[in-house]
Each structure stands twice: as C-alpha cells, then as structure tokens.
C-alpha cells in the first residue's frame, strides 16, 4: 500500500505562483509514474502533469504547459507541482496519484493510489 499527503494548497492572486507537494509513504515509488490531477465541483478529474518513473519524462495538459513544472525527488519519495503564472481557471482541488508502472497515462482509472487533496484557489 502507498499514502500519499499532499501539501502546499491555498489562496493566491492571479499571476502568483504556488508549489505543491506529494509525500509518498509505505514503499518506494521511485519506479512508478505519478501525477497531478485538479477537479472542480460537478467536473471530472483533470490530467495536470505526470512524471515518469525515475523522472525520465514530464507530461502536461495544454492548458498548464510552460506555467507548471513536476518534478520529482526519489530520496525523499516525493513529487512536487511548481505553478506559475496562475490564474483563476487553475482553481481546484488537486490530487497526486501514484499508477504502479513507470509510463504515464492521462487517465484517472489507470491510477491506484491518491492522497486526499489540497485546495488551489487562484482570485482575479
């Protein structure tokens, strides 16, 4: 079993940026892909970014590229979401998730450990 702890949520003006964190616990994750997921009330589970197994490759959903940057820490078991450039469409719930392979996919389903979330509030 893996826990994952999301931290680094919280109000912000547009323009600012913000960090999130991911701490995995229970075992290693460094061989697996992880990702960012963000969703809003009545909205499904959006694909962020997801980052490789070992970091060899990054992924991000058009709407975030060149503002949000994931990276990964396998020393400490923990992945991070740099955000810049926010704006009010980036508010959201985020979640990392954990898929149990090493290439990422887009897709929720394909993910079987997530933390509990962490609000990202973006005001105009």
């Known amino acids: 079993q893996v826990q994952l702890v999301e931290s680094g949520g919280r109000l912000v003006q547009a323009g600012e940026s913000l960090s999130l964190s991911c701490a995995a616990s229970?075992?290693?994750?460094?061989?697996?892909?992880m990702g960012w997921f963000r969703q809003t009330p009545g909205n499904e589970r959006e694909f962020v970014a997801g980052?490789?197994?070992?970091?060899?490759?990054?992924f991000y959903t058009d709407s975030v590229k060149g503002r949000f940057t994931i990276s990964r820490d396998n020393a400490k078991n923990t992945v991070y979401l740099q955000m810049n450039s926010l704006k009010p469409e980036d508010t959201a719930v985020y979640y990392c998730?954990?898929?149990?392979?090493?290439?990422?996919?887009?897709?929720?389903?394909?993910?079987?450990?997530w933390g509990q979330g962490t609000q990202v509030t973006v005001s105009s």
């Open positions: 998730a954990v898929r149990p392979a090493g290439t990422v996919i887009r897709t929720s389903t394909m993910y079987s450990y």
């Open positions: 980052i490789s197994g070992y970091g060899i490759t990054t």
């Open positions: 229970g075992r290693t994750v460094s061989s697996y892909a």
